[in-house]
């Protein structure tokens, strides 16, 4: 991108208030930079929808006591087996947690952040979780 080159080059020649636009631009471009951070994209949208139940990060503890932290969930499934849950509205079965209806998008942004926070890693297609701890699945009921 031309914009962008010229930019790099004032940076280059120690111009800094324009070496800071240039590094706080893609922030500032919202959408667009977002779709290429698809983590970043997955975590803004779990912290927003999800966040004030579910802690939504690799620490601490859930707002809400029954809502999982989430990076326990893969202990439980396959973060995967949640995009079809997403995308066609995730019922907890809680009459607390509201249905979630994603764009597909927004649902791998969702899926890959949600891997990134995983303390267990992903279990492989067709195996159990290494501690899989007897729950039940969140439709049950
Ligand atoms: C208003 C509070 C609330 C919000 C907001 C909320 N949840 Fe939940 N969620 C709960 C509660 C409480 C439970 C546990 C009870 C249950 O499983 O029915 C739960 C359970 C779940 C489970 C099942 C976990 C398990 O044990 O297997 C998943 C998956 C889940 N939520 C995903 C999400 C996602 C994704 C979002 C955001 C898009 C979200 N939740 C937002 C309250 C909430």
Do not use: W
């Not at 492989?124 to 701890?133: L, M």
């Amino acid at each position: 991108m031309l914009g962008k080159a010229a930019l790099g080059l004032k940076c280059g020649m120690g111009v800094a208030a324009l070496c800071a636009l240039s590094l706080a631009l893609p922030g500032l471009l919202g959408p667009l930079a977002a779709e290429k951070d698809l983590t970043g994209r997955g975590r803004v949208l779990v912290e927003q929808n999800c966040g004030r139940c579910h802690a939504p990060g690799k620490e601490g503890d859930s707002p809400h006591a029954e809502a999982r932290p989430f990076r326990t969930l893969s202990s439980k499934y396959p973060v995967e087996d949640l995009a079809e849950s997403l995308a066609e509205g995730i019922v907890s079965g809680h009459p607390e947690m509201p249905i979630f209806v994603f764009e597909p998008q927004d649902v791998a942004a969702i899926i890959d952040y949600l891997e990134s926070i995983q303390d267990v890693p992903a279990a492989a297609p067709g195996e159990a979780p290494a501690e899989a701890p007897a729950e039940t699945p969140p439709q049950a009921e």
